[in-house]
């Protein structure tokens, strides 16, 4: 890459970042004083009924986003069974979640520094599913994992699609859920499939719909209605909120193909310029039905043990 490209995407780089620093700060304003020892990190399961929709590589690009605005981030691969953080990054992870499950290895240990100082958790190909861990190894597991809490200030969570006891309980456990939609209808179902169980597992989920490689804004609006609205009168008018959509844009096929997140591979694009908008808007601010929810106060990692031992959030 020249040094005169290299320049540009510098100099990009710092607008972006004096561009969203603002809702940092506001964000940080807004904090108040946390008791020693209570968990910082708002955790986000990022999910799909289907795959194929671009989870990944927006969990990626999120995660770019708050670290160019000083957000400390972690990215967990929860797909145990078809991990592929990494590759989107371009990295090769020696560890994974199996070496911490084994007893091999410490989280701390197994973590991968990503770009503008992310740390990566890979979920590790062909691993067996969570839910089929024995007792000792899902408990080493846990405690591990639980050190993560007040080691961010971003816990972003990539499962796997579908609805298996896995995904559904990352969902359960997190303060936030994205589900990604595409325009078809057999994504749309997939994705309404997720929000239903959701909704009888944890009725108070805040769960984010985000319609992705749209033709323009009023498609992805008019998806989104659809969805809410079914979900309004089927299952007992829960609310899903609305993120945002993101319109098809070939830089990020093409960035995928490169092992680069988009907003490193071409920071400017439209989708790029998208995720942006969505992170200041809907990611500085915790939205005021989680903040004096004392579920948030639990952490993330303990209510998911919780789940998987068939503790009160399983009922």
């Not at 194929?52 to 927006?58: N, P």
């Amino acid at each position: 890459m020249t040094e005169p490209v290299m320049k540009s995407i510098e100099a990009i780089i710092a607008e972006t970042k004096q561009e969203i620093q603002p809702y940092v700060f506001k964000r940080l304003e807004a904090r108040t004083p946390r008791k020693a020892g209570e968990k910082i990190a708002r955790t986000i399961t990022v999910t799909s009924g289907k795959g194929g929709v671009g989870k990944t590589s927006l969990v990626a690009n999120l995660a770019i986003c708050l670290a160019q605005a000083g957000q400390r981030v972690i990215i967990l691969d929860a797909d145990l069974g078809l991990a592929n953080i990494d590759v989107v990054f371009g990295i090769r992870p020696r560890y994974n979640l199996m070496d911490v499950i084994n007893g091999d290895m410490d989280i701390d240990k197994i973590m991968v520094s990503g770009p503008y100082g992310i740390q990566i958790i890979a979920g590790g190909s062909g691993v067996m599913e969570l839910a089929d861990l024995e007792n000792d190894k899902a408990e080493r597991l846990f405690k591990q994992l639980h050190f993560l809490e007040d080691k961010t200030d971003f816990l972003l969570i990539d499962t796997g699609a579908g609805i298996s006891k896995s995904v559904i309980s990352f969902c359960q456990a997190a303060d936030q859920v994205i589900v990604i939609s595409t325009t078809e209808p057999t994504s749309l179902v997939d994705a309404f499939g997720i929000i239903k169980v959701l909704s009888n597992k944890r009725p108070d989920s805040y769960v984010y719909a985000l319609v992705n490689k749209v033709e323009n804004n009023k498609e992805g609006e008019q998806i989104f209605r659809r969805l809410s609205n079914v979900a309004k009168e089927y299952l007992n008018n829960f609310e899903v909120h609305y993120l945002g959509c993101l319109k098809q844009d070939r830089n990020m096929h093409i960035a995928v193909r490169q092992q680069t997140p988009l907003m490193m591979f071409s920071p400017m694009s439209t989708a790029a310029v998208e995720i942006r908008k969505i992170v200041s808007e809907s990611f500085y601010e915790l939205p005021e039905q989680l903040q004096n929810k004392d579920s948030n106060n639990e952490g993330f990692f303990k209510r998911l043990a919780k789940i998987f031992k068939g503790g009160k959030n399983n009922e």
